[in-house]
């Protein structure tokens, strides 16, 4: 999956858009309908199912504890639990492109204007302790009657959910609980056993799997629960791999759409290898604390040989030396012939104690070619 900048057009083409449709007021400054710049900004946004990742981010940013997607037909139901959103802020967002908004709203207003205005997708908006509902029907905007919802609610309709859930799978290091269709986004990879999954620290989460065929450690920037930029780690060429989502202050991307692709700053990739060290030694702790130092269990046939030794030892010195030294080397034999086997539950832990030791000593580097980067 990849955000292309051919296919969107460039900054200065917005601006020659913008500059056509301004007109010079009385003072001989040009000035702009708001509506007409928000044509224009939303014929400028993000393409396709795109927009879902922008609510996304307007939940986590917005301080929602928790996120819902659910579909009926070709409509999405999404509800965010704890944004305070006001009505006359939303608005003022929404048709007012000069006003600064916060960034929940900022993302949110960037979803709406793809979305509804961009590709004219009708939506409602509303939230507990509004006295309106907002509505776009695809041309015009109203102001219903509100409906008492027990959360921030956004209905918008002619969405494909294929492509939508496809686009989301960007969001599954989403810090807040997120169900799409009833099941959780935060998933591992296809066809692979998820052996940890979790946060080592505030600002990182990691996912570590065990599959036969093996794969790629890959670490990718976050940006508000979002997915913006993606590298190849060093390959370990082992059946243990991972996925590590920083969130660091310095990255800018938000896939806003406004500005031409640009790659992330050098000066932020550098920091990965201390972050990554730091974060193995702790992931390390944490399995240590979560399972303990496992001890391998015996085969049941391993006890019958160890007690052989003792009873060829006691014979040696108690009665008949030949005879116990007999049964003492047959016990030996036994032991050899007979090693104590792991079970696969315990054998996959301790490699994964084993490889999460070995990642917190060896340089981390990332590749020079970005999978996937989005727009500042």
Same mark, same amino acid.
């Given at each position: 999956?990849?955000?292309?900048?051919?296919?969107? /057009?460039?900054?200065?083409?917005?601006?020659?858009?913008?500059?056509?449709?301004?007109?010079?007021?009385?003072?001989?400054?040009?000035?702009?309908?708001?509506?007409?710049?928000?044509?224009?900004?939303?014929?400028?946004?993000?393409?396709?199912?795109?927009?879902?990742?922008?609510?996304?981010?307007?939940?986590?940013?917005?301080?929602?504890?928790?996120?819902?997607?659910?579909? =009926?037909?070709?409509?999405?139901?999404?509800?965010?639990?704890?944004?305070?959103?006001?009505?006359?802020?939303?608005?003022?967002? @929404?048709?007012?492109?000069?006003?600064?908004?916060?960034?929940?709203?900022? #993302?949110?207003?960037?979803?709406?204007?793809?979305?509804?205005?961009?590709?004219?997708? !009708?939506?409602?908006?509303?939230? !507990?302790?509004?006295?309106?509902?907002? =509505?776009?029907?695809? =041309?015009?905007?109203?102001?219903?009657?509100?409906?008492?919802?027990?959360?921030?609610?956004?209905?918008?309709?002619?969405?494909?959910?294929?492509?939508?859930?496809?686009?989301?799978?960007?969001?599954?290091?989403?810090?807040?609980?997120?169900?799409?269709?009833?099941?959780?986004?935060?998933?591992?990879?296809?066809?692979? #056993?998820?052996?940890?999954?979790?946060?080592? =620290?505030?600002?990182?989460?990691?996912?570590?799997?065990?599959?036969?065929?093996?794969?790629?450690?890959?670490?990718?920037?976050?940006?508000?629960?979002?997915?913006?930029?993606?590298?190849?780690?060093?390959?370990?060429?082992?059946?243990?791999?991972?996925?590590?989502?920083?969130?660091?202050?310095?990255?800018?991307?938000?896939?806003?759409?406004?500005?031409?692709?640009? /790659?992330?700053?050098?000066?932020?990739?550098?920091?990965?290898?201390?972050?990554?060290?730091?974060?193995?030694?702790?992931?390390?702790? @944490?399995?240590?604390?979560?399972?303990?130092?496992?001890?391998?269990?015996?085969?049941?046939?391993?006890?019958?040989?160890?007690?052989?030794?003792?009873?060829?030892?006691?014979?040696?010195?108690?009665?008949?030396?030949?005879?116990?030294?007999?049964?003492?080397?047959?016990?030996?034999?036994?032991?050899?012939?007979?090693?104590?086997?792991?079970?696969?539950?315990?054998?996959?832990?301790?490699?994964?104690?084993?490889?999460?030791?070995?990642?917190?000593?060896?340089?981390?580097?990332?590749?020079?070619?970005?999978?996937?980067?989005?727009?500042?």
């Amino acid at each position: 999956m990849s955000l292309d900048p051919g296919e969107n /057009p460039s900054l200065d083409g917005m601006l020659e858009a913008l500059a056509e449709e301004a007109r010079r007021d009385s003072s001989g400054s040009f000035t702009l309908d708001p509506r007409k710049a928000i044509e224009k900004f939303a014929a400028f946004q993000l393409s396709g199912s795109f927009w879902g990742l922008k609510v996304v981010q307007a939940a986590v940013a917005g301080g929602a504890s928790s996120m819902e997607l659910a579909f =009926r037909g070709d409509q999405t139901i999404w509800k965010l639990k704890g944004p305070g959103w006001n009505c006359g802020e939303v608005e003022r967002a @929404l048709w007012h492109p000069e006003t600064k908004a916060e960034a929940g709203l900022h #993302h949110l207003r960037i979803a709406l204007w793809s979305a509804g205005f961009g590709q004219q997708k !009708p939506f409602t908006l509303e939230a !507990p302790g509004w006295d309106r509902r907002l =509505r776009w029907d695809g =041309r015009h905007f109203h102001r219903d009657s509100a409906t008492h919802c027990a959360t921030v609610e956004l209905r918008v309709s002619g969405v494909d959910a294929s492509p939508l859930k496809k686009v989301l799978r960007l969001a599954k290091s989403c810090p807040i609980p997120f169900s799409v269709a009833g099941v959780s986004l935060n998933r591992g990879r296809p066809r692979a #056993h998820v052996l940890f999954s979790g946060y080592p =620290r505030a600002d990182l989460f990691c996912q570590l799997f065990c599959a036969p065929e093996g794969g790629l450690r890959l670490f990718h920037w976050v940006k508000d629960g979002v997915v913006v930029g993606t590298y190849c780690l060093e390959d370990d060429r082992s059946n243990l791999y991972c996925d590590w989502y920083f969130t660091d202050s310095k990255v800018t991307t938000d896939l806003s759409g406004l500005s031409l692709i640009s /790659p992330l700053e050098p000066e932020v990739i550098s920091t990965t290898n201390q972050m990554l060290a730091e974060s193995t030694s702790r992931l390390h702790e @944490l399995l240590l604390e979560r399972e303990g130092d496992p001890e391998p269990p015996r085969r049941n046939n391993i006890s019958f040989w160890e007690s052989t030794i003792v009873v060829g030892a006691i014979t040696m010195l108690a009665t008949d030396p030949a005879f116990g030294g007999v049964i003492l080397l047959a016990g030996v034999l036994g032991t050899r012939l007979n090693p104590p086997k792991v079970s696969p539950g315990i054998r996959r832990h301790q490699e994964l104690i084993d490889y999460v030791a070995t990642l917190k000593e060896e340089p981390w580097q990332l590749s020079d070619s970005v999978l996937l980067i989005g727009f500042e």
